[in-house]
């Protein structure tokens, strides 16, 4: 077995030979792979067939040559277990059939047990660790926020307005909520790392809807909960969210060994913000892959110039891959990523 391990050691600010790189959303609608695989399977069933599941997380790493797999999923399938009813719905997104809404509704969420309830999610983590040879596989779950946004929302929002009613309003009600879901969320990812992830990230991809007072109050103490039980199983723990320029001082204080980053603040920024005692991933705006590719080199360039060859910086894109980007502008971006990096980039 070749071991490429070179986005654990950057994880944990060791050196590297290249720079390692991966994407969120890797594994997608982008890839032919993957749009053969969806004219058979809804995303739901694609999620609880472990084979599926991980021949899907295999499709990126062997046609891209990523640092690392992250297991196919979605952050709404615990939502299944927890009796809400999940639905992707054609062109609306997620939608919940039961939002959560009244004290008595969080109170009517089932009891959760990771291992049992989300067992397909476990398998797939089992079959991907005989089939990665090497490569590494994170494990994820979305932050209680971002969850929990939509479990009162009933699906996708722009304005957060229902979730944010319920935090200024009765705010006994949203803390409920998210108590459980730190407690579910926790169970989730600690089960993952024992069923074989050697990473984990939490995504809290719409917390920059809150200001930094709002995401002390109502947030921290509910991220930084899952966050130490995944840390405390000893993997590195990325912590990622989008609009975080002004909250990264307390997404740090919640936890992470690696926080993810996205194209608002430049990376150097972004990692003086946060301290060089953490690493950081990003932050290539994902849209960049759409522009020519002697456009997608100088931004390459300018982001690993930022990272001045400083152990623990993973490259990604800013936020997930988009639906019609060009495969081959992003399996550019992997080579370009390690030639770049092989030689020391001028500051
Ligand atoms: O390759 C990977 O990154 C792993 C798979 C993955 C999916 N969802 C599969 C998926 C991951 C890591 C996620 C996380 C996720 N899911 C997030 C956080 C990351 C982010 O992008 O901010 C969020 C907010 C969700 C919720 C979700 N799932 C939405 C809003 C949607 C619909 C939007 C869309 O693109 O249609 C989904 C559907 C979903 N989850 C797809 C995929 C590949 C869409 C493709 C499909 O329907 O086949």
Redesign the pocket.
């Known amino acids: 077995m070749e071991i490429n391990d070179r986005f654990l050691r950057a994880c944990r600010r060791e050196s590297v030979d290249i720079t390692p790189v991966w994407?969120?959303?890797?594994?997608?609608?982008y890839m032919a792979e993957?749009r053969a695989i969806?004219e058979k399977y809804s995303?739901i069933e694609?999620c609880q067939h472990p084979e599926i599941a991980a021949e899907v997380?295999m499709q990126?790493v062997r046609a891209l040559g990523v640092d690392a797999a992250?297991?196919?999923?979605?952050?709404?399938l615990p939502v299944i277990p927890l009796g809400l009813g999940l639905e992707?719905a054609k062109g609306e997104?997620?939608m919940i059939a039961s939002p959560v809404r009244t004290l008595d509704d969080v109170h009517a969420m089932k009891p959760f047990d990771a291992e049992s309830d989300l067992r397909y999610v476990m398998d797939a983590i089992r079959i991907l660790r005989g089939t990665l040879n090497g490569v590494p596989l994170i494990g994820?779950c979305?932050a209680p926020f971002?969850v929990a946004s939509?479990i009162i929302e009933g699906g996708?929002s722009r304005e957060f307005l229902k979730t944010k009613t319920m935090m200024y309003s009765t705010p006994e009600i949203f803390h409920a909520l998210m108590e459980k879901l730190a407690a579910v969320l926790s169970d989730y990812l600690v089960a993952q790392i024992r069923a074989g992830a050697q990473a984990v990230?939490v995504?809290d991809?719409?917390v920059g809807a809150l200001s930094p007072s709002d995401y002390e109050m109502f947030v921290l103490p509910y991220s930084q909960k899952v966050l130490k039980a995944a840390e405390a199983m000893n993997v590195p723990v990325i912590h990622f969210g989008?609009n975080t320029t002004t909250l990264l001082p307390f997404m740090k204080r919640a936890g992470g060994s690696v926080l993810g980053l996205d194209w608002r603040l430049p990376l150097d920024d972004g990692w003086k913000i946060i301290g060089y005692d953490r690493a950081v991933q990003g932050n290539l705006d994902p849209a960049i892959l759409f522009a020519p590719l002697s456009e997608i080199k100088k931004r390459v360039h300018d982001i690993l110039r930022r990272a001045e060859g400083r152990p623990g910086h993973i490259f990604n894109l800013g936020?997930?891959i988009l639906?019609h980007t060009p495969v081959d502008h992003v399996k550019a971006v992997v080579d370009l990523v390690h030639e770049y990096s092989a030689v020391k980039v001028e500051v």
């Open positions: 994407f969120m959303r890797q594994a997608g609608r993957y969806r995303l694609i997380t990126p992250i297991l196919f999923a979605d952050i709404l992707f997104g997620p994820f979305g971002t939509y996708s990230q995504f991809s719409w989008t936020h997930g639906q």
